[in-house]
């Protein structure tokens, strides 16, 4: 009996307090940016090499054909621009395909979808360095 309670205090104590997995809004923040809290912080104000704007590191020339919006630090107009954009582009990965796209082709869907495309949305045809990001991706994604 005593053993029982250590178990089931254990499971309320231990695994009751594990972190609940992450969204893929919260993922992508989070690799892109190191963005770690839902509201406005420093990772909404990172801008990339080719000048990426938002935590989710758009395009400004991408993001403007979604909202003429300039609130690039607003965590919540990134994540609807970041919505339209995927939608798009999971619509035309599912034409493609047929099916829906994995946790990996999310990401190249959102990070290379040129390339993506232009490999026939065959994940393994990419360049490998797009690969291994993708899989880092998906594996902080899946393993949240």
């Given at each position: 009996m005593r053993y029982l309670a250590l178990v089931a205090f254990w499971l309320v104590t231990v695994v009751g307090t594990q972190a609940a997995p992450l969204s893929l809004r919260e993922s992508l923040g989070m690799?892109?940016?190191?963005?770690?809290?839902?509201?406005?912080?420093?990772a909404d104000r990172v801008r990339g090499k080719s000048g990426e704007v938002s935590r989710f590191q758009i395009l400004p020339s991408v993001w403007h054909r979604y909202t003429?919006?300039?609130?690039y630090d607003n965590p919540e107009v990134a994540w609807y621009v970041t919505q339209r954009i995927l939608s798009e582009r999971i619509t035309s990965f599912r034409s493609a395909t047929?099916?829906?796209?994995?946790?990996?082709?999310?990401?190249?869907l959102w990070n290379k979808p040129g390339s993506f495309q232009q490999a026939g949305f065959v994940a393994q045809r990419v360049k490998v360095t797009y690969l291994k990001r993708a899989e880092r991706f998906a594996n902080l994604w899946q393993s949240s």
């Open positions: 690799f892109e940016t190191g963005a770690n809290q839902p509201g406005s912080g420093m003429a919006s300039t609130e047929g099916r829906d796209p994995n946790a990996l082709e999310i990401y190249l």
